[in-house]
């Protein structure tokens, strides 16, 4: 596996564990065959039309059964959107981690006003408008204005997270551990997907809940323990695609001077330092009064994030066996459009 012959995937397997329940969709094939039929061979085809083996790639990740680990309950219409929006991000985080910083803050610019409603997809130059316009859209029938406005708000964080990791890897600079830490939380995507839980349950929290500082706090926690199993998962990817001056593992390893056997042995324990507090707070959640029970259940989904995401990611081709997209595919990509 590297130099050191140590093995990562063996340490996720064994050392990053989840005390929460892993459940999975049953519609996870129906939405695959959507996904690879209907979006990546159809509706987003032009994208990739003249390289089948990037299309192949993207089928291979199986974003459906990713989605299906993390909204297990979702009724089929519901999972629909939550499924388009897992292969915006693979898109998204494939097109745009090669370019220019200022690329990135029209293409924010751009996508968040699709999401908001200010920009028919039509009107937008940007490669996957149309994939943001169908997606609003979806949202539409099942979450209200001010749910989709937080989620979008999400969406923003991510871009911005994108953004600064592109400074890092054209500067060729590493952050801090801390603002490293800081700068995954959004760019790992996972803040969106938490808001969309009321897609899933179709109970929709009033804002005073997701301002709440506990709340606010576990939802970071989550991210962070994504970050952190992602980061071992995915390093001998990013030392493959020279995205190491964002990877976690990596800026340990700089910082501390340590072997990348210490370095993910103490991406461990920050992990799981973050999975007791996030356990901690789970089981004292502060009186949420009538809303209680629905706080209680959104919080339990949370945890299923986490099980879900080591069960299908130890998985998954994508980091496992070297098989996601050449940097210069993407950067000729970008050219062209």
Same mark, same amino acid.
């Given at each position: 596996?590297?130099?050191?012959?140590?093995?990562?995937?063996? !340490?996720?397997?064994?050392?990053?564990?989840?005390?929460?329940?892993?459940? &999975?969709?049953?519609?996870?094939?129906?939405?695959?065959?959507?996904? *690879?039929?209907?979006?990546?061979?159809? *509706?987003?085809?032009?994208?990739?039309?003249?390289?089948?083996?990037?299309?192949?790639?993207?089928?291979?990740?199986?974003?459906?059964?990713?989605?299906?680990?993390?909204?297990?309950?979702?009724?089929?219409?519901?999972?629909?959107?939550?499924?388009?929006?897992?292969?915006?991000?693979?898109?998204?985080?494939?097109?745009?981690?090669?370019?220019?910083?200022?690329?990135?803050?029209?293409?924010? !610019?751009?996508?968040?006003?699709?999401?908001?409603?200010?920009?028919?997809?039509?009107?937008?130059?940007?490669?996957?408008?149309?994939?943001?316009?169908?997606?609003?859209? *979806?949202?539409?029938?099942?979450?209200?204005?001010?749910?989709?406005?937080?989620?979008?708000?999400?969406?923003?964080?991510?871009?911005?997270?994108?953004?600064?990791?592109?400074? #890092?890897?054209?500067?060729?600079?590493?952050?801090?551990?801390?603002?490293?830490?800081?700068?995954?939380?959004?760019?790992?995507?996972?803040?969106?997907?938490?808001?969309?839980?009321?897609? *899933?349950?179709?109970?929709?929290?009033?804002?005073?809940?997701?301002?709440?500082?506990?709340?606010?706090?576990?939802?970071?926690?989550?991210?962070?323990?994504?970050?952190?199993?992602?980061?071992?998962?995915?390093?001998?990817?990013?030392?493959?695609?020279?995205?190491? #001056?964002?990877?976690?593992?990596?800026?340990?390893?700089?910082?501390?001077?340590?072997?990348?056997?210490?370095?993910?042995?103490?991406?461990?324990?920050?992990?799981?330092?973050?999975?007791?507090?996030?356990?901690?707070?789970?089981?004292?959640?502060?009186?949420?009064?009538?809303?209680?029970?629905?706080?209680?259940?959104?919080?339990?989904?949370?945890?299923?994030?986490?099980?879900?995401?080591?069960?299908?990611?130890?998985?998954?081709?994508?980091?496992?066996?070297?098989?996601?997209?050449?940097?210069?595919?993407?950067?000729? &990509?970008?050219?062209?459009?």
């Amino acid at each position: 596996m590297s130099n050191e012959n140590f093995n990562t995937l063996e !340490l996720l397997h064994r050392k990053f564990r989840y005390p929460f329940p892993t459940l &999975k969709n049953p519609y996870a094939d129906q939405l695959q065959e959507i996904t *690879e039929h209907q979006w990546i061979d159809g *509706e987003y085809l032009w994208l990739y039309e003249k390289n089948p083996d990037v299309r192949r790639k993207y089928k291979k990740t199986k974003t459906a059964h990713i989605a299906a680990q993390w909204f297990p309950t979702a009724s089929v219409e519901r999972f629909k959107p939550i499924c388009r929006l897992m292969l915006w991000t693979l898109y998204n985080d494939d097109l745009y981690e090669e370019s220019e910083p200022d690329d990135i803050d029209y293409v924010h !610019l751009q996508s968040i006003a699709i999401l908001n409603g200010e920009l028919s997809a039509a009107q937008s130059p940007i490669p996957l408008g149309s994939m943001l316009g169908s997606l609003r859209q *979806e949202l539409q029938q099942f979450i209200p204005q001010e749910s989709i406005s937080r989620f979008t708000q999400m969406i923003s964080r991510y871009f911005n997270g994108l953004k600064t990791e592109v400074q #890092y890897k054209k500067n060729k600079t590493f952050p801090t551990i801390t603002e490293c830490i800081a700068l995954r939380e959004d760019s790992i995507c996972l803040y969106p997907f938490l808001q969309l839980t009321e897609v *899933e349950t179709g109970v929709i929290l009033p804002p005073e809940i997701h301002a709440h500082p506990v709340i606010r706090r576990l939802q970071a926690l989550a991210c962070h323990l994504v970050t952190f199993f992602n980061e071992v998962q995915s390093v001998m990817k990013d030392e493959a695609t020279e995205s190491i #001056y964002y990877n976690i593992v990596k800026v340990i390893q700089h910082e501390r001077q340590m072997s990348l056997k210490e370095a993910c042995l103490e991406d461990l324990r920050l992990h799981n330092e973050d999975l007791k507090e996030f356990i901690t707070l789970q089981a004292s959640l502060p009186d949420f009064g009538e809303w209680q029970d629905a706080v209680v259940n959104w919080v339990h989904y949370m945890s299923m994030v986490l099980s879900g995401w080591k069960n299908i990611s130890t998985k998954l081709a994508r980091y496992n066996a070297m098989e996601f997209p050449d940097a210069e595919e993407m950067k000729n &990509k970008l050219n062209q459009i």
